[in-house]
Antibody, heavy 116, light 113 residues
Framework: QAHLVQSGAEVKEPGASVKVSCRAS????????MHWVRQAPGQGLEWMGW????????KFSQKFQGRVTITADTSANTAYMELSSLRSEDTAVYYC?????????WGQGTLVTVSS | DIVVTQSPDSLAVSLGERATINCKSS????????????LAWYQQKPGQPPKLLIY???TRESGVPDRFSGSGSGTDFTLTISSLQAEDVAVYYC?????????FGQGTKLEIK
């Protein structure tokens, strides 16, 4: 059964970068895409981007273009999302989600707090 | 970008009654070559990640109770809970996966009346 485990909570100062990991198990990592979605406190779901774990092709939301990097380490069955130039509005729970089409399963979420 | 809009924003339904949530996309998410609607529904409870309920607009995910059903095609979709149970209190999201950016509706908060 597919399962995604994300790295722990982070606290960052404005202007810094954060890198969140998402370790996959229970399926062939390279056969699926991995998407990243964030949720600000009390808000809805916002799609950030995705990576084809098989060939490392990526696509990002225009909103995050230039600030987000998504990579995959196939030897470790792990995807990474790095967001740079953090500002207070980036405080959110960040989720990874496996997808062939719909998103399932989802990681447990990683809270990133941006505060000075 | 495809804009996805849900209605209502919140809903209070009595236990055992029917709950209906609507989802409208700004353009069709029906892919003509396979006749599939690229629309999913998720349930999110506080402190938890979203959980897939429905994909292809009407296919129930394995293990999801049959009181949950999805319908619609093209641009208009509905999630129906036929007989509300206490454990169904959650926020529900629809999402189009027709093309990037893979947009979500704003969410519908379902409560017990």
């Amino acid at each position: 059964q597919a399962h995604l485990v994300q790295s722990g909570a982070e606290v960052k100062e404005p202007g810094a970068s954060v890198k969140v990991s998402c370790r996959a198990s229970g399926y062939m990592f390279t056969s699926y895409a991995m998407h990243w979605v964030r949720q600000a406190p009390g808000q809805g779901l916002e799609w950030m981007g995705w990576i084809n774990a098989g060939n490392s092709d990526t696509k990002f939301s225009q909103k995050f273009q230039g600030r987000v990097t998504i990579t995959a380490d196939t030897s470790a069955n792990t995807a990474y999302m790095e967001l740079s130039s953090l500002r207070s509005e980036d405080t959110a729970v960040y989720y990874c989600a496996r997808a062939a089409a719909w998103f399932d399963p989802w990681g447990q979420g990683t809270l990133v707090t941006v505060s000075s | 970008d495809i804009v996805v809009t849900q209605s209502p924003d919140s809903l209070a339904v009595s236990l055992g009654e029917r709950a209906t949530i609507n989802c409208k996309s700004s353009q069709s998410v029906l892919y003509s070559s396979n006749n599939n609607n690229y629309l999913a529904w998720y349930q999110q409870k506080p402190g938890q990640p979203p959980k897939l309920l429905i994909y292809w607009a009407s296919t129930r995910e394995s293990g999801v109770p049959d009181r949950f059903s999805g319908s619609g095609s093209g641009t208009d979709f509905t999630l129906t809970i036929s007989s509300l149970q206490a454990e169904d209190v959650a926020v529900y999201y629809c999402q189009q996966y027709y093309g990037a950016p893979y947009t979500f509706g704003q969410g519908t908060k379902l409560e017990i009346k």
